[in-house]
C-alpha cells in the first residue's frame, strides 16, 4: 500500500522560505517518479513539480519556476521541496504524489 505523508508546513512571510518533506513507503521508491501538487482555497489542484526516480530530471511549473526546487533521497525514501522567495499566491496545501496516490498534505501560508 502506497503511503506518503508530507510535514513541513506553516506559517511564513512573503520573500520567506519553507522546505517540505513526504516520507514514502509502500513501493520501490527508487523507481517511482514523484510530484509535488498543490491546491488553493477554492481552487484546482495545480502540478507544481516532478522528479525521476534516479533524481536526475526535473521539472516546474513555471508558475514557481527558478524559486522552488524538487529533489529526493532515494536512501531514505524521501522527497523535498525546497521553496524560496514564497508569494501569497503560494498558499496552498501541498501535496507529495506517486500516480493517483497522494499524502494528506501540508498547509503552507504566506501571509504578512
Known amino acids: 500500500e502506497v503511503q506518503l505523508v508530507e510535514s513541513g508546513g506553516g506559517l511564513v512571510q512573503p520573500g520567506g522560505s519553507l522546505t517540505l518533506s513526504c516520507a514514502a513507503s509502500?513501493?520501490?521508491?527508487?523507481?517511482?517518479?514523484m510530484n509535488w501538487v498543490r491546491q488553493a482555497p477554492g481552487k484546482a489542484l495545480e502540478w507544481v513539480a516532478v522528479i525521476s526516480g534516479a533524481g536526475t530530471s526535473t521539472s516546474y511549473a513555471d508558475s514557481i519556476k527558478g524559486r522552488f526546487r524538487i529533489s529526493r533521497d532515494n536512501a531514505k525514501n524521501m522527497l523535498y521541496l525546497q521553496m524560496n522567495s514564497l508569494e501569497p499566491d503560494d498558499t496552498a496545501m501541498y501535496y507529495c504524489?506517486?500516480?493517483?496516490?497522494r499524502g494528506q498534505g501540508t498547509q503552507v501560508t504566506v501571509s504578512s
Open positions: 509502500g513501493f520501490t521508491f527508487s523507481y517511482a517518479d
Open positions: 504524489s506517486k500516480g493517483s496516490s
